[in-house]
Each structure stands twice: as C-alpha cells, then as structure tokens.
C-alpha cells in the first residue's frame, strides 16, 4: 500500500520530491546567507542579527573553536537555553567537521558526566550557572575545555541591566580556572581564518539523546542530510519562505526545537524568535510584540496560552499556522486554542504532526488545508510510511492497528555504540529499503492518512484487552471540571494492570469521593468498560518531561513505589 503512496493526491502544492543539496549544515546556512544577507535571521528579546552577521558570528566563533583545538572528528557538548550562543557554536562546530552534542541545560552533575562520556566530548559550551555542574565531573571525563557565555552577552542594554540586577546577581561568581574559556573573549579575540572542513553530507554531524524513559537514554546520531532533508520538508509543507518567522519555544537539545524552529527556518531565509524559557506569560507576550506567522509546539503549551490573559487579548491575525507534536493533542485543547485565535483575528486550525528523535523530529504533518479528526496527517515529501504487523517486517492491512515504519532521507545513521539496539530499530526489508521501526502504534487508512495510538511501551493490558491512555486522558478532557488527565497501567495480580487516573481540576475544592465517581461514570458514558479508570487520584499538578509533556513514566514510577512498600509488588 505504501509504495501507491495515496497520500499524494492531498499534497495540493507541495512537491513530491524535493532535490536537497549535498552540502553540510554550515553550507547549507551560508546558502542562504548569500541569498538572503540582509534578511533578520533571528531576534533574541530585540537583538536582532541579519544573515549577514550571523554567518560572520558563526565564522569568527569556528576560528576560536579552532584554535581551542577543535578538528574534525571531534564532538563539543552544547548545553545551552535556546539564544543565539548554542545556535552560533552548533554551526560553527559544522564549519570544522566536529559532532555537536545537544543536552539540556538543566542536566545535573551525573547526567552530564554520562552525556560527556557517552559523546566523548573534550570541549562544551554552556552558561555561566552551570559551571560547577561541569567543575564537579571533570575528573571523571576527558573535558579540556570548558567555554562558558553569559545570557546578557546578547541582550539589548536595558535587557542586560534588567537581567544582572535580577537573575544575574543570583549566579555564583566563576573563579579563575585552566578548564574556562569566555565565550565573549573568544568572540573578541583575533584568531586565523579556520578552513571549512571536508565533510560529508551523509557524516554524523549531531548527537541527540533520547528521552530514556524506559532506561539509559541512547546516543542518536544524525547526519548533516538528515537535518538538510527534514529541514526543507518542513519548509515545504508549511511554504515557510523568507519574511516569515517562527516562535522557538522547544529547546535545542530537543529535534523539535533544533530541526524545525531553528535549522528548518534557516534552511529558507526565514527568522526565529528565539526564547529560552518558556512561560506562557514570555511566549504570549512575544506573540503580540513580534507577531510571528508559525508556533509549534506541545499540547500543554497551546492550553496554557488558550488561559493566558495577554494571549487572550492579542492581535493573533499573524499567525498563519500552528502546529502540535510531541505528544497526543486532546480535542478540547484543539477547539480552545481555536476559539481564542479565531476570536482575536485569526483562522488557523491546530494542526497535528508525528515524529521522532530518530528521524530528526516531524515527518509527517497534517496539511493545512485537509484536517481529519485523529490524525497525525501525512508523510511528508521523500519520506515513506507504512504500518507492520507487530514483531514483522509484513505490511498490515488498511485500517489494522500495527506498528509505524519509516524510510527516508531523515532517518538517523543508527544509535551510538550500540549496533544490537541500531539493528533492532533499522531493518532491511523484502523491498531491500532499511525501514525505522518506531515501537509506535498506528493506523493508515485508505487515503494514507495516519493515526497515532501512541508507544508500545505506554499501552496498557488491561484483562487481556489493550488500553491506549490517550483515548481515555481526551474523554477525560471532555469533561468540563477537568484541566489536565494522565492515564497510566497500575501492576494488578488480577488484570495484569488496572488503569488509573490523575486529575488536575479546574477548580481543586471539587477533589473528593463524589467528583472521581463523576469522572469514572462520564468515561463509562465514552468508552468499552476495560477502558475505564478504576480509580482517580486527585492532584495539584502533574509532573512534566524536560520539553513540558506530562510524564507519565514519574506517575508509574511512584505507583510501583507505592505498591513496593505495601509488598504488593513482584514486578523486575
């Protein structure tokens, strides 16, 4: 069915295959610096840099990186918010050959010991906060150098002020030490033209980390191909061009926020607002001052500016499209958001996307002009998708739930140093195409659209019959008492595993015996009765992951905790 591709007949303008340079990142971005030299490339707070003078930024920083010692082969650790600093040093590490290895900022000490070791990193980047993160583990990696920025660095100058008399005056002093190197004082330095490197297009250039929610997160490496294909599909299907912007609220570390808010506009000639920290009072604000034509983001991200005041009273006739990932988009979140822009000047419909790290982040999108209740939307161009029977490499029927495929030019070179689980994942099959296994759950149906149920690993048997969280947590979101629902699987020596909910309630004096019988009859109203929670636990709020989807994993964990303590628990 996948080689008919059906979704074709619904890609209205956008090409079917796109002919994508064989050049690197750092090539493909002095592309469009010499297309677009006088363009704004991005806007961080009011500073603004053209093209022009990003590339010089980039330039100037590869030169100092070189002579840090900086050559081909190498990987730097960038743990950086999302501003101009971690954008400048990811390509300028491009220009030189070297690996960027992307981690959150919030790491600790342990985590970034891990991350450096696993890179094998003897350079990185971060803010001046983090120094005694990095300090703590240096004897435990091969670091050499350690480049350290300030966030005022690239303020305007009411901004800096703003800033060192606030959170500024908070970070510890740095004390003299052979390991730091500033950041501005390289910026300054005069240092020798640095040659570009001779890189392949098809050469690791990046490392992300997965998630790890099942174990110890995994290395995945990605090519400069991977970003350069993903990065114009995108272009493409949203016709992002030079003019428009986009909000980068989603971290760098993350391929969101790195493939699509960052490289994909600098692949066009378009501008990114950059914001390193994401409050809805700082993103709602930035929408109504810079007016930016595309947000993308997570679910909980468009609900809490569906609630925020600013937002609320907005011109958000700018707004051109938006779209959600990273997680199951419930239907009231969709209608609100909707509603709030539609009442403030704008049409836009809350699209639905899917991706993955291990394809650079989305791949397939709803188009804009074509939204089907459920879907994650269609693969985009030059990428392939098709639905396997599960522990198969056989197509599934139309229709039959299985497990999602893909093959294209963004999926990834394999997982670092770890060729059984890189084998377990990329498959050669009967069609000699290698296929990612997602471990993700999906429909297709006649027309190509896909569905998303969500990861094996979240399904929950429940007697025998399978539970998808996300259709319980979107009728749990129906019901108008309801802010926020997490459906997790409970161990159970009777059904393997009960379904439980935790609830956030719009107003939280309603919590109590009376409300969870509500909710659980309102889900028996909406759902086969395996289906419905056994229980609710009432919260203040839920725990969230690193890019603010909520952790369902923490929830698990706490229960197994919980039965381990009462001896209830037999589980590994």
């Known amino acids: ?97 070297a690996v960027a290895s992307m981690i959150h900022p919030l790491s600790p000490a342990k985590e970034i010991a891990f991350y450096l070791n696993t890179a094998r990193s003897r350079f990185a980047l971060t803010v001046n906060a983090f120094y005694g993160k990095f300090k703590a583990v240096q004897d435990e990696t091969e670091l050499q150098s350690l480049i350290l920025c300030r966030i005022p660095d690239y303020l305007p100058l009411i901004k800096k002020i703003g800033f060192n008399l606030t959170k500024g005056r908070k970070i510890p002093p740095v004390p003299e030490d052979k390991l730091v190197v500033w950041w501005s004082d390289l910026m300054r330095g005069s240092c020798p033209k640095a040659p570009k490197a ?69 692949m066009c000639g378009g501008k990114s607002i950059l914001v390193p920290q994401f409050t809805p009072e700082i993103v709602a604000d930035l929408i109504k001052k810079k007016r930016p034509n595309f947000v993308v983001g997570v679910p909980t991200l468009f609900e809490a500016l569906s609630g925020n005041p600013v937002f609320r009273k907005a011109d958000l006739s700018c707004l051109r499209a938006t779209f959600s990932g990273a997680d199951t988009l419930p239907r009231p979140v969709k209608e609100r958001f909707e509603a709030v822009v539609k009442e403030r000047g704008g049409s836009v419909q809350l699209l639905e996307g899917y991706g993955l790290t291990e394809a650079v982040t989305a791949i397939m999108a709803t188009p804009l002009n074509q939204y089907r209740e459920g879907s994650v939307g269609l693969p985009f161009p030059d990428m392939l998708a098709k639905i396997v029977k599960p522990g198969t490499t056989e197509e599934a029927p139309v229709g039959e739930e299985g497990e999602i495929c893909l093959n294209g030019p963004a999926v990834m070179l394999g997982y670092l140093d770890e060729p059984k689980e890189t084998a377990d994942t990329l498959k050669t099959h009967a069609d000699g195409r290698i296929w990612l296994h997602t471990g993700d759950i999906g429909t297709m149906d006649a027309d190509g659209f896909f569905y998303f149920k969500l ?99 923490t929830l698990e964990q706490e229960e197994i905790a919980k039965l381990r303590a009462e001896g209830k628990y037999c589980g590994q």
């Open 1 to 97: 069915m996948y080689e008919q591709k059906p979704w074709l007949k619904f890609y209205g303008d956008v090409p079917e295959h796109i002919d994508y340079p064989r050049v690197t990142m750092y090539e493909a971005l002095m592309q469009t610096v010499s297309k677009n030299p006088h363009a704004l490339a991005y806007d961080f707070f009011g500073y603004t840099a053209t093209y022009r003078q990003f590339g010089e930024e980039v330039d100037r920083f590869a030169d100092a990186l070189a002579v840090l010692g900086l050559a081909q082969g190498d990987r730097i650790t960038i743990s950086m918010p999302t501003c101009p600093q971690g954008i400048i040093c990811f390509y300028a590490a491009n220009k030189l050959g």
């Open 455 to 553: 990861r094996q690993k979240r399904m929950i048997k429940s007697s025998g019959m399978n539970v998808y969280p996300a259709q319980v947590e979107d009728v749990l979101y129906k019901h108008p008492d309801v802010a926020k629902a997490c459906v997790i699987g409970v161990p159970d020596e009777k059904r393997v595993q009960r379904v439980k909910a935790f609830v956030v309630l719009k107003e939280p004096v309603k919590a109590g015996p009376g409300m969870e019988t509500a909710l659980i009859a309102h889900c028996q109203e909406h759902l086969i009765r395996w289906s419905c929670p056994r229980e609710i636990e009432f919260r203040n709020d839920l725990p969230c992951t690193l890019v603010g989807k909520i952790a369902f994993n």
């Open 198 to 266: 001779d890189m392949g297009t098809d050469e690791m250039a990046v490392i992300l980390f997965s998630g790890g929610t099942t174990g110890v997160p995994k290395g995945i490496m990605l090519s400069n191909l991977n970003f350069i294909s993903e990065g114009m599909q995108v272009a493409e299907w949203g016709k992002i061009g030079g003019g428009d912007a986009m909000l980068a609220i989603l971290p760098i570390f993350h391929g969101f926020g790195l493939g699509v808010c960052i490289n994909a506009i600098f």
